[in-house]
């Protein structure tokens, strides 16, 4: 090689790296690599908050957690979360033209515009998938929030594990006596009690089995649409002091949103509501279709998801739990009517009812279960990493409780309850592995029991006092319209 040959061939060199550097510096890196369509765990799919399919969830049907020596099953009394569902009418008119217009941009960077990252990047089998995703177009409002052939699964597969495990309680035919049903006024819990009727008498006994009809006020079922101190509290959350909004504003959320408008190939952030269009259709899509690959998962990295979870859980921690003090009170009518049922031998061996995850929500925080030593909080993200309060354990689509009374041999403790979250027990430190004596039950609840529910559910303000409001305000319209008609 001569001189200027070398020379050369170093110039080249040099100038080669160099627009390497330079191409690393017009294309950001963002994130972890990471190719969805070629992971076959997906474990992410297990953090989907309230929108987590229900078989990744529940306990196992080889599970002997249920089967206590000395004691047979005698009673089991179940509040449970409709099944699997379509998208509200608000995302069923937005979701379609909002994706749309993402899923083009997306591949027009990649394809066209070469804005994407070089490291994080999109692998082609993920913009594979993106490239032939439509809407769905059975999915139109008139189906708003309507539960799906998977819903219909989660509590028909439900109901069979249930009469297998406590085959002492099911094994009857259907008889008034000895079941009681009921759900909310809606769609997907109907059905819901449909399917799970069905699991457990077998196709089409829905015809003939009626569930108890819906009070006026159901403050058993839904205690929340009766008290305005609770929609005082949800506006509280919207304020932007809140833990909510503080996380929203926070330096490890703003990354996160800036990494994944990143990976995507945008050379701006894209807005919180892009990214929630994107995390909401992933999540029902993996819901509806278990086998299948939602694109929109692709567009996460697990970390992500991760963050995304968290911001979902503060929501819910500070409307419906331990982050809202006045949230236990409102489930004392649940927990009276469980009381109630598993303190006497006689009445219905199985009470279930359908209804929705605040409720279930609620319940829980009464129940005093999956408590954490500390709140949930913008700022601390990393060490509420292992924490026991995440929507997506607690109440996944068809989330459950089921409390079941237990007659035992014990002389002095002849009556027990395990509860069953998801049908894994819960463990209390009062109990015994999960196992809890009657007695400790009743004194553990005593504070909704020695109540007077109507005082307690919504502070004393609840659906009697709103009733006031109402009157209060119709008198004034009346009175000025009477006032008007008299000029
Ligand atoms: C829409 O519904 C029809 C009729 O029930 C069904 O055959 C078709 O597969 C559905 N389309 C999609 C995309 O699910
Ligand atoms: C996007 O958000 C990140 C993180 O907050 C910020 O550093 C960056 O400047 C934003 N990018 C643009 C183009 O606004």
Known sequence: MTRTCRLLWIVSITLCLTAVQLAHA???RCCEDYCYSRDHDRSQSKHFATKTS????HGSSSSREHIVPNCIPSKLWLLSRHGTRLPGKKDIQVLPQALNNLRESILDNYDNRRTAPDIGRMCADDLDLLRSWRWDRNISVEYESFLTDQGWSDLKLLARREKDRFNEVFNWPYDKQRYLFRHTKSQRTEASFKAFV???FGDGAYNFINAEPEPTDDTLLKPYDFCPAYDANKDKNKQPDSELNKFLRSRIYLQTLSDISTRLGFRYNLSNDQIEAMWDICRYEQAWHLQQYSP????????????LEYKEDLRYYYQNSYGYEKSADLACYAVNDMVKNLGRSDGQQVIAYFTHEAEIQIFLTALGAKKDRDSLRAENYYAMQNRNFRSSELTPFAANLAAVRYQCADPVEPVKVIFFLNEK?????????GLCDWSEVVR???RYT???CAKMYC???GASSWALHWTTMMGIVLTIAVGLLQR
């Open 450 to 452: 020695k109540a007077d």
């Open 444 to 446: 553990r609840y005593e």
């Open 26 to 28: 017009q294309n950001p």
């Open 54 to 57: 229900y078989e990744l969830i």
């Open 296 to 307: 929109w998962c692709s567009v996460f990295t697990k970390n992500q998801v991760n963050i």
């Open 425 to 433: 027990a819960l463990m209390f430190d009062w109990c015994r592995v």
């Open 198 to 200: 069905e699991g457990l």
């Open 459 to 461: 502070g004393g303000s």
